[in-house]
């Protein structure tokens, strides 16, 4: 099975604008995690998709947002970006939680995308 | 909120020692707990988990400890190697996966 992909895989924008960004799950996968990675930061939690519902959000300001689509592809968004919106954004994607206590999901992390605000 | 501790932040050590990272959680409703590698420039990798029902796991030079009561759990390498060297995250995930806590990584060297 191909991997989690992400594009753009680099992106560099100014203060105030937006971007979208896209993730390709692994097939069957239906579950979607959006992670920040900054220096120091660890990995933030962002949000949670399944079956194109959020399921849990992460202590990230309303300019962070996210959808999923019916193939399970999701795309989160920055609006008005700030300088400390550069990061590195990693989606990762698991086999389904029904939300039942026997639902443990691995998650395969994508290579990431790159945003630099300028 | 939740929220997962992680010591050391760096840790040094020689070719063929162990190294032990140790993560405290704080939701108790956490019970599945992975252990990330990332590689310099590569994406994060899963090595070990183990799940709540689990005192202890396995896999060769790798094992993972957990203690529900204290809400702790450790990873531990044995006979480490110099492509040991890479960042090593914990994290806690609560029931159904719907949302899982880093911890804020340990930078592992293997001197040769």
């Known amino acids: 099975k191909a991997g989690v992909t992400q594009t753009p895989r680099y992106l560099i924008k100014t203060r105030g604008q937006q971007v979208t960004l896209s993730c390709s799950p692994i097939?069957?996968?239906?579950?979607v995690s959006w992670y920040q990675q900054t220096p120091g930061q660890g990995l933030q939690f962002l949000f949670e998709?399944?079956?194109?519902?959020?399921?849990n959000k992460g202590n990230f300001p309303g300019r962070f947002s996210g959808r999923q689509f019916s193939n399970s592809r999701s795309e989160m968004n920055v609006s008005t970006l700030e300088l400390g919106d550069s990061a590195l954004y990693l989606c990762?994607?698991?086999?389904?939680?029904?939300?039942?206590?026997?639902?443990?999901?691995?998650?395969?992390f994508g290579p990431g995308t790159r945003l630099t605000v300028l | 909120g939740e929220n997962v501790e992680q010591h050391p932040s760096t840790l040094s050590v020689q070719e063929g020692d162990s190294a032990v990272i140790k993560c405290t959680y704080s939701?108790?409703?956490?019970?599945?707990f992975p252990w990330y590698k990332q590689e310099l420039g590569k994406r994060p990798q899963l090595i070990i988990d183990?799940?709540?029902?689990?005192g202890e796991k396995k896999d060769q030079r790798i094992a993972v400890t957990l203690n529900k009561t204290a809400k702790h759990f450790s990873l531990h390498i044995t006979e480490t190697q110099p492509e040991d060297s890479a960042v090593y995250f914990c994290?806690?995930?609560?029931?159904?996966?719907?949302?899982?806590?880093f911890g804020a990584g340990t930078r592992l060297f293997v001197k040769a």
């Open positions: 990762a994607s698991s086999t389904p939680g029904q939300g039942d206590r026997s639902s443990y999901n691995e998650q395969f």
């Open positions: 097939s069957g996968h239906r579950s």
């Open positions: 998709y399944f079956s194109e519902t959020q399921r």
């Open positions: 939701d108790s409703a956490s019970n599945y």
């Open positions: 183990i799940r709540s029902n689990v």
């Open positions: 994290a806690a995930t609560s029931w159904g996966g719907f949302k899982t806590i």
